[in-house]
Every structure is written in C-alpha cells, then in structure tokens.
C-alpha cells in the first residue's frame, strides 16, 4: 500500500536545520551540517555545496514547504543562512568553536611577527596567548575577521604587530616624483631607492595597504608601472616556520 505525500511536502534525510522566525513566521532550510559551519566561518564560498535544496521550510523535518507570500513579505533580503539559528548539539558547536580556535590562532601566525626579534611566532604560541586573554570565538563571524580581532587584544599582552610586505615598484620618470609624494603616505620603510630614466624602489608596507598601492600604482600610470611583492614576511631568513 503506498502512503500519499502532499505536494507541498519535502522529504530530506541527514539534515541540518537553520531556523529563524521573522514576521510572525518560523522558516527553515536543509544545510549540510559541517558545510553550514564552514559557510559562516567564510571557508566555503559554494552556496550549493552547502544547501540540500533551495527550497525554504516551515518545517524541515515535515518537509512542509513556506509559501512564496511569506517569503517575500518577512525577508527582502535578509539571510537565512547566515543570521539564522544552527541546530548542532552541544558537542558539535564546542567541536566547531575549537577548529576555528585554531584557525584563527593560524592566520595571526601568519601575518604577524615580534617587532623586536622580526621573526614570527608558532600557532601553539599564540594560541596560549589567545587564552591567557580569554578570547572567545564568535562561530557566526569569519575567522579572518576575528583574527584582526586577536591582534588587537594581544598588542596589549605581548610585542605584536602584522608582517610587512616587501614590494618592488618601477614607475616612468614622468610619474615618479608625483607619484612618489602619494605613495608615501601608504609605505612604512624605504629599503632602496633609485632614481634615474625611471623610479625604482623596494619598500616595506603593511599588507593592509597593497590593494591601495597597487591601484594607485595601476591608475597613475596607465599600467605602465610595475609592482612586484618581494616577500610577505619582514623575517629573518630561516625564520619562516610555523608549527
């Protein structure tokens, strides 16, 4: 005997729901559950690796589908997926929060150093750093977001400060000294300079301000300047090492 399924009815299995209640309305959608996680931590960028369907519930586990109605009038463009609520279980959020722990501890690794030795700390280091200041992970903000974050807050415990980058630029006579006078504002260390039928110089940045140079560098010149990034690190050689 066959059982009768109303068409307005979805049936998933292996589901993670994300629910929100908006206007009066509760709404849910079927994620896979370790690709939601990584989807708000910003390390998936694939919508359709995350969703089971595009289909948005009432109730996922129903498989009772939200009307079109409800839909347009409670949400405009508010995300379900990232401001909704994630049903994980308590084992499953600390297991998430500790993997981005992590994480975050990597890219402050990464992109900073000990101003005065100039060379670069571990991730256990840093991590210990992170949790003598009891820095809390915040699972609906990126990892790259709250690394920033933790670089602020340890400035405060211990001598840290983001990498430099070492840039190579060569720009036309016409524009150097023009383009020298802007440029300026934006470089922390000049490292050699030379100026002859054309401006060469090597310089440290911080690598907050590489997408201004470059453009700037791209635009004044009509792309007759060069720019090439020598390092991603001030270290020392031998130094680039990370546990």
Known sequence: MSIFTPTNQIRLT??????????GKRFEIACYKNKAMSWRSGAEKDLDEVLQTNTVFVNVSKGQVAKKDDLSSAFGTDDILAKGELQVSDKERQSQLEQMFRDIATIVAEK?????TKRPYTVILIERAMKDIHFSVKANKSTK????EVIKQLKQSIQIQRAHMRLRFVLPARDGKRLKEKLRPLINTVENEEFDDQLEMVCLIDPGCFRDIDELIRCETKGKGTLEVLSLKDVEEGDEKLE
């Open 14 to 23: 292996n589901v993670a729901v994300v629910r929100m209640k908006k206007a």
């Open 112 to 116: 900073c150093v000990n101003p005065e």
């Open 145 to 148: 977001q709250q690394a920033l």
